[in-house]
């Protein structure tokens, strides 16, 4: 007769390693862009009922920006406009914000020069004013897709410390990257209302494309962005540069391009040490990023159109009536399940889509 596990189970007994593998995320370059300029991060800490805590023990899970596989980079504080009346009290849930409405008008010497014993007139010229407004809202996560509606983790109470690592560390783990996935996905497709594209050459919209790298990324096509942002007067950073951010693939593709390999330049030294993870190299007026987030959808010949971003600082704008945080629900069964939600009021919208560029490629 053997002895084995197949005829001696109870002599066997798995267990779970204290070790943690590593889950490759994105780096979730927009929610980074957002963070840095609301300040604003997930507390876990905060929300819960009094006497209803989740304390637990154990070793911990390895930390989101540990098993990204670059963290969260900002291109600079400016990308985002932050509306600071929306975090005030008593100042409702809509800001509107001006903006100069210039006139065209003639500016030839001729036109401006008063003769002598002309009478000046006196008919005042109006001025005027665009207005753009954003409204906070209750976000909230995680979101269940069968249910199509936002759902909380729990908890068993009685479950808390008999697992092998620390059970609130892992919902709060699951939050933070639902919460920055979230946030980093508004403002993707918030970019992607940018008011002008630009495509390589040849190609006029997205559909022209049959196969993959018919119309690559090239450093032509970064030429064609400057000039578009330039000639329409968008301001530049601090540095005197656009921030371009670009898909992997984009990415590769301008690496090849001979002329891009000649004039790429890379200051990495000089920048922020949470900036260099997601810097590509400068050239041309740009400051180039790189972000796995951007949207990259099948066109009418199921080709991947890929939507990088070039912008000026300020295009969307933010605000929060307070920080993220996350909150328990009163109905956990006498405190035994114990369920919980993040939840952020806030308010995300597109300031002046004039200020950025979608760039697009196959």
Known sequence: ??????????????????????????????????????????????????????????????????????????????????????????????VLINRPQFATSTYTQASRKIPVGTTIGTTPVNVAAEQVSLTIE?????????????????????????????LKEVRDLFFKQDFEK?????AVALFDLAGTTVYPTGMTAVNDATQVGEFPFSFNQVLSTRTSLSTANIPTFSNGKYAMVLTSLQLEQLDKDPSYQRQVRTFENEMNPVLRKAY????????I????????????????IQYGHAFGPGMIGVGAGG?????????????????????WFAAFGVLDNRFGRSVRSS
């Open 1 to 94: 007769m053997s002895i084995s596990r197949a005829t001696f189970a109870q002599e066997f007994k798995d267990v779970v390693s204290l070790q943690l593998l590593t889950q490759p995320q994105p780096q979730f370059f927009y929610a980074g862009l957002i963070k840095m300029a609301l300040g604003a991060e997930l507390d876990t800490t905060t929300g819960g009922i009094p006497g209803r805590g989740t304390d637990a023990n154990g070793p911990s899970y390895l930390s989101l920006p540990e098993m990204q596989l670059h963290p969260a980079a900002p291109a600079s504080k400016d990308a985002v406009r932050v509306v600071v009346e929306l975090g005030k009290e008593h100042m409702g849930h809509t």
């Open 182 to 186: 979230t946030i980093d996905a508004f």
């Open 138 to 166: 209750r976000f909230a996560g995680p979101y269940d897709s069968g249910t199509s509606a936002v759902q909380p983790y729990g908890i068993e109470n009685f479950d808390i410390n008999r697992g092998v690592h620390n």
């Open 323 to 343: 920080m993220p945080h996350v909150e328990t629900s009163t109905n956990d069964n006498y405190a035994q399940s114990l369920m919980a939600i993040w939840l």
């Open 289 to 304: 990023f790189e972000s796995t987030t951007l949207t990259q959808t099948n066109n009418s010949s199921s080709v991947p």
């Open 280 to 287: 590509r190299g400068s050239v041309s007026k740009f400051d």
